[in-house]
């Protein structure tokens, strides 16, 4: 208790030659808790935005693609083009949703993509362009050039899977 009393008391005589003391105090009180409020504003939007990313893909990934092979195998030409539709509105969004260091413990976002950004901003056009030629050999109901670009399709997807994307984490 004796520490306490003689530390009141140098504050005390340190405030009465500086009052600026305080108010620098205060100023820097205020400075840390507006960083921190910040920090914590950007760690949520990065967390939002690996959630909207883990959707979107997932999306794309299991029912789209479900449903873009099935209609290929039914020979559905009208639904192959609104599957490979949504593919690429989703491409459109991509890049937006990987801020630099956006990774969490859950995201399977490889820091490749940072240090490799122009390759990695590149491959959501790439896969737009494979989509594309898809939804245009099934506007044609060219069966043969439909399977051909579905699998080109499906390989300019792994592209960015391989290189950009790391193994399933458990949990």
């Not at 050039?145 to 994307?165: I, M, Q, S, T, Y």
């Amino acid at each position: 208790m004796g520490h306490r009393l003689r530390l009141q008391a140098l504050l005390k005589s340190k405030i009465k030659r500086n009052p600026m003391l305080i108010s620098k105090e205060l100023s820097y009180g205020a400075a840390m808790f507006l960083l921190s409020l910040f920090i914590s504003s950007e760690l949520f939007a990065q967390a939002d935005e690996i959630q909207t990313r883990r959707l979107l893909m997932e999306n794309n990934n299991d029912a789209v693609v479900k449903a873009l092979v099935k209609a290929v195998k039914e020979k559905d030409f009208a639904e192959i083009q609104v599957k490979v539709k949504g593919i690429m509105g989703n491409m459109d969004q991509l890049v937006a949703l990987f801020p630099k260091g956006s990774i969490s413990e859950k995201s399977r976002a490889k820091a490749e993509i940072w240090e490799k950004w122009d390759e990695f901003t590149k491959l959501p056009g790439t896969v737009n362009k494979a989509a594309q030629a898809l939804a245009d050999a099934a506007k044609a109901k060219d069966e043969a050039e439909v399977d051909v670009k579905l699998k080109a399709l499906g390989d300019a997807c792994n592209v960015c899977h391989k290189g950009f994307r790391g193994p399933r984490k458990s949990g």
